[in-house]
């Protein structure tokens, strides 16, 4: 009979490997779920490949499209350290979003810098309370937070909804459901194509890099995830902990929110967020949570959201295939893990 | 506003969430949270849609949103329990996965209607005697068959689990898993086959949103039910029963948007109402500790014999 041992030390090595092995059986897995659907997997590959970094265009597309996923996951990252599931990214988002549109939309004539410091202000704060809510809720009363943060977004989400036909439509825009733009002001600078929050996504992998490693809030964080006994026998006082890990967990998708809403959009939007809380979540799980791995995984994962959208329209194949292939990648990662923790032998026959 | 067309639309718009509590509560009173129930829903919802536009034959429609179902369950079961992979984490990704397949699948039938005869199979039947109750008669038994049928689940499921053997051993199972064990119940073998029912249970939910209450093809068609059928399997205190009730409720909260169109309120909060609702109504019954209202021992937790 087979049976599981536990193996006594993973080392590095190892774990890579089948990690990789795994990656490369999601590929199979995939290709097999393409040619059940009539597709060529090596041509939806080739071109995914090809939107994704074929001209300098869409490599700084490529680049555009990562920033978001790095600053969300490393957010999502520090709350999954402790076990608590927030996947409210999306909400956070679009709360941090709004609270940049209420400063933008209000003070279009503020000298740039102080504008744009104001916003980003803003939009964490907010950001960080949308997220908070679940926490309190978790701490004094003990409710599970993966479904209060999910209403949380669908609340956000018609909210915004709100703003955008009701009392913050464009009236110039002819009756088309929109925001005003922001103004010149409001908009983040960009170096060569690419805006600046490439560079705040950097620094934002730094911080939380050390943060996570170096801090001592960052060191309760991990105990407290391990165990909520050891926190306490260690004298870490849990609720606070909890508390500020949540506020710091949305803070980071609500300067999201700031980010996509500034550089990218350019006003507020429902489609501001536009899926990047929920592809986070595998981004951070399938980096095992590791700041510099997350930023890698949301470069590749940025590669397959563009390379998606441009065979939709040069194949017309659904970019919801980005979706199916993320799914499939995290099955095979998540199936993985029993084989890094443990090993398969054969029970031995003891000499009878 | 009348009041009986009200409550008898709450009950209809309460099927989808009555479908989707029961199923996950078969699936907790087995010791996993999946957490996939929005994405089966999704993908019961998408094979059920695509079967009635294709072959116009009702019953195999639902039977194809069921086996859709059970799909996405045993993918999630295979992870959690054969591979003890985390439960949460899964079952988001189910849920993700299920979001991508039926806006991948269905993206061809936007907007499409479900044929005539599928439409006409489903529409609202009344039950000889009982739909003459007054007031009643309307509210709960003139309604299509699916309402019936989830309530006949709701309660078969009850007798299944407080009334038989094997629903006994189940609940060991949940609870308990190393003594189930002792008492050589096959564990794998239980959650296995528990897990696909409440998936197919969850999938026949999904269809009833693309076959009889929308009835056209729309991406993402659940909107968030499946999440609000995982809290409203807290509220129900893992009763089937009970579920009944909180699953009508919320739909209540559901509707009261469009009922209340000309109010004062904007249309987009009163759309809020269901999510705030579930806030609230969580809140309540996670401060509420009582040992009725527990969940299962070995909820969530990997089954380890190894370990034990």
């Given at each position: 009979?087979?049976?599981?041992?536990?193996?006594?030390?993973?080392?590095?090595?190892?774990?890579?490997?089948i990690r990789l092995l795994f990656l490369f059986f999601?590929?199979?897995?995939?290709?097999?779920?393409?040619?059940?659907?009539?597709?060529?997997?090596?041509?939806?590959?080739?071109?995914?490949?090809?939107?994704?970094?074929?001209?300098?265009?869409?490599?700084?597309?490529?680049?555009?499209?990562?920033?978001?996923?790095?600053?969300?996951?490393?957010?999502?990252?520090?709350?999954?350290?402790?076990?608590?599931?927030?996947?409210?990214?999306?909400?956070?988002?679009?709360?941090?979003?709004?609270?940049?549109?209420?400063?933008?939309?209000?003070?279009?004539?503020?000298?740039?810098?102080?504008?744009?410091?104001?916003?980003?202000?803003?939009?964490?704060?907010?950001?960080?309370?949308?997220?908070?809510?679940?926490?309190?809720?978790?701490?004094y009363f003990n409710t599970n937070e993966t479904i209060?943060?999910?209403?949380?977004?669908?609340?956000?989400?018609?909210?915004?909804?709100?703003?955008?036909?009701?009392?913050?439509?464009?009236?110039?825009?002819?009756?088309?459901?929109?925001?005003?733009?922001?103004?010149?002001?409001?908009?983040?600078?960009?170096?060569?194509?690419?805006?600046?929050?490439?560079?705040?996504?950097?620094?934002?992998?730094?911080?939380?890099?050390?943060?996570?490693?170096?801090?001592?809030?960052?060191?309760?964080?991990?105990?407290?995830?391990?165990?909520?006994?050891?926190?306490?026998?260690?004298?870490?006082?849990?609720?606070?902990?909890?508390?500020?890990?949540?506020?710091?967990?949305?803070?980071?998708?609500?300067?999201?929110?700031?980010?996509?809403?500034?550089?990218?959009?350019?006003?507020?939007?429902?489609?501001?967020?536009?899926?990047?809380?929920?592809?986070?979540?595998?981004?951070?799980?399938?980096?095992?949570?590791?700041?510099?791995?997350?930023?890698?995984?949301?470069?590749?994962?940025?590669?397959?959201?563009?390379?998606?959208?441009?065979?939709?329209?040069?194949?017309?194949?659904?970019?919801?295939?980005?979706?199916?292939?993320?799914?499939?990648?995290?099955?095979?990662?998540?199936?993985?893990?029993?084989?890094?923790?443990?090993?398969?032998?054969?029970?031995?026959?003891?000499?009878? | 506003?009348?009041?009986?067309?009200?409550?008898?639309?709450?009950?209809?718009?309460?099927?989808?969430?009555?479908?989707?509590?029961?199923?996950?509560?078969?699936?907790?009173?087995?010791?996993?949270?999946?957490?996939?129930?929005?994405?089966?829903?999704?993908?019961?919802?998408?094979?059920?849609?695509?079967?009635?536009?294709?072959?116009?034959?009702?019953?195999?429609?639902?039977?194809?949103?069921?086996?859709?179902?059970?799909?996405?369950?045993?993918?999630?079961?295979?992870?959690?329990?054969?591979?003890?992979?985390?439960?949460?984490?899964?079952?988001?990704?189910?849920?993700?996965?299920?979001?991508?397949?039926?806006?991948?699948?269905?993206?061809?039938?936007?907007?499409?209607?479900?044929?005539?005869?599928?439409?006409?199979?489903?529409?609202?039947?009344?039950?000889?005697?009982?739909?003459?109750?007054?007031?009643?008669?309307?509210?709960?038994?003139?309604?299509?068959?699916?309402?019936?049928?989830?309530?006949?689940?709701?309660?078969?499921?009850?007798?299944?689990?407080?009334?038989?053997?094997?629903?006994?051993?189940?609940?060991?199972?949940?609870?308990?898993?190393?003594?189930?064990?002792?008492?050589?119940?096959?564990?794998?073998?239980?959650?296995?086959?528990?897990?696909?029912?409440?998936?197919?249970?969850?999938?026949?939910?999904?269809?009833?949103?693309?076959?009889?209450?929308?009835?056209?093809?729309?991406?993402?068609?659940?909107?968030?039910?499946?999440?609000?059928?995982?809290?409203?399997?807290?509220?129900?205190?893992?009763?089937?029963?009970?579920?009944?009730?909180?699953?009508?409720?919320?739909?209540?909260?559901?509707?009261?948007?469009?009922?209340?169109?000309?109010?004062?309120?904007?249309?987009?909060?009163?759309?809020?109402?269901?999510?705030?609702?579930?806030?609230?109504?969580?809140?309540?019954?996670?401060?509420?500790?009582?040992?009725?209202?527990?969940?299962?021992?070995?909820?969530?937790?990997?089954?380890?014999?190894?370990?034990?």
């Amino acid at each position: 009979m087979l049976r599981l041992v536990k193996r006594e030390n993973i080392d590095k090595g190892t774990n890579i490997r089948i990690r990789l092995l795994f990656l490369f059986f999601s590929f199979i897995a995939i290709s097999i779920f393409l040619l059940i659907l009539n597709y060529n997997p090596i041509e939806v590959f080739r071109g995914m490949l090809s939107g994704a970094f074929n001209t300098s265009y869409r490599i700084k597309q490529t680049i555009i499209t990562a920033i978001p996923l790095i600053i969300t996951s490393i957010g999502i990252s520090i709350a999954f350290k402790m076990k608590y599931w927030n996947i409210g990214g999306e909400g956070q988002i679009l709360i941090g979003a709004f609270g940049a549109a209420l400063i933008a939309l209000n003070f279009p004539d503020m000298y740039k810098p102080l504008l744009l410091t104001v916003m980003f202000i803003t939009a964490v704060i907010l950001g960080g309370f949308w997220a908070v809510i679940s926490g309190i809720l978790k701490v004094y009363f003990n409710t599970n937070e993966t479904i209060i943060t999910l209403m949380l977004n669908y609340i956000a989400l018609k909210f915004i909804t709100y703003l955008q036909y009701g009392p913050w439509k464009d009236k110039k825009a002819m009756g088309f459901p929109k925001i005003p733009n922001f103004s010149d002001n409001a908009i983040l600078p960009s170096i060569g194509g690419i805006h600046i929050g490439l560079i705040i996504a950097l620094i934002i992998v730094v911080i939380g890099y050390l943060f996570m490693k170096h801090s001592k809030m960052g060191y309760e964080i991990t105990v407290l995830g391990e165990s909520k006994n050891t926190a306490r026998y260690a004298g870490i006082r849990i609720n606070k902990t909890i508390l500020t890990a949540v506020f710091l967990s949305g803070a980071l998708c609500g300067l999201t929110g700031f980010i996509q809403s500034s550089a990218v959009s350019q006003t507020l939007s429902i489609e501001v967020a536009g899926g990047v809380g929920y592809t986070a979540i595998i981004i951070a799980w399938l980096s095992n949570l590791s700041e510099p791995l997350m930023l890698l995984v949301s470069i590749l994962f940025a590669a397959l959201l563009q390379g998606s959208s441009y065979i939709q329209t040069a194949a017309g194949i659904p970019k919801s295939v980005a979706l199916i292939l993320q799914a499939f990648i995290l099955f095979f990662i998540l199936g993985s893990e029993l084989f890094v923790k443990y090993k398969i032998a054969a029970n031995e026959r003891r000499a009878a | 506003m009348d009041m009986v067309s009200f409550l008898s639309a709450t009950v209809v718009a309460g099927t989808p969430l009555l479908y989707a509590t029961l199923g996950e509560i078969l699936t907790e009173k087995s010791g996993n949270l999946n957490l996939g129930v929005e994405g089966m829903m999704l993908i019961g919802a998408v094979a059920g849609f695509i079967s009635a536009y294709t072959t116009g034959s009702p019953l195999f429609s639902i039977g194809m949103a069921m086996i859709a179902g059970a799909a996405g369950a045993l993918v999630y079961t295979f992870l959690t329990v054969s591979l003890r992979a985390n439960q949460v984490v899964t079952g988001l990704t189910l849920t993700i996965f299920g979001t991508g397949l039926s806006s991948f699948l269905g993206q061809k039938y936007v907007g499409q209607v479900v044929p005539d005869n599928v439409k006409n199979f489903f529409k609202p039947l009344n039950i000889p005697v009982l739909s003459n109750i007054p007031f009643l008669g309307k509210i709960l038994f003139s309604h299509d068959i699916l309402v019936y049928l989830s309530i006949i689940i709701a309660i078969a499921l009850g007798i299944y689990l407080y009334r038989t053997s094997v629903g006994l051993n189940l609940r060991a199972v949940g609870e308990n898993p190393s003594s189930a064990d002792a008492a050589s119940i096959n564990i794998n073998l239980y959650k296995y086959i528990n897990l696909m029912l409440g998936g197919a249970i969850c999938g026949l939910g999904g269809a009833y949103l693309s076959l009889v209450y929308v009835p056209t093809w729309q991406e993402n068609i659940t909107s968030g039910r499946g999440w609000i059928a995982v809290a409203l399997v807290i509220f129900a205190s893992w009763n089937p029963y009970k579920a009944i009730i909180a699953s009508y409720l919320f739909g209540g909260l559901d509707i009261i948007g469009f009922r209340l169109e000309n109010a004062v309120i904007s249309k987009y909060f009163l759309d809020m109402l269901p999510y705030l609702g579930t806030i609230v109504a969580l809140t309540v019954f996670s401060a509420k500790k009582s040992r009725k209202n527990s969940p299962p021992k070995h909820l969530g937790l990997p089954y380890f014999r190894e370990e034990r």
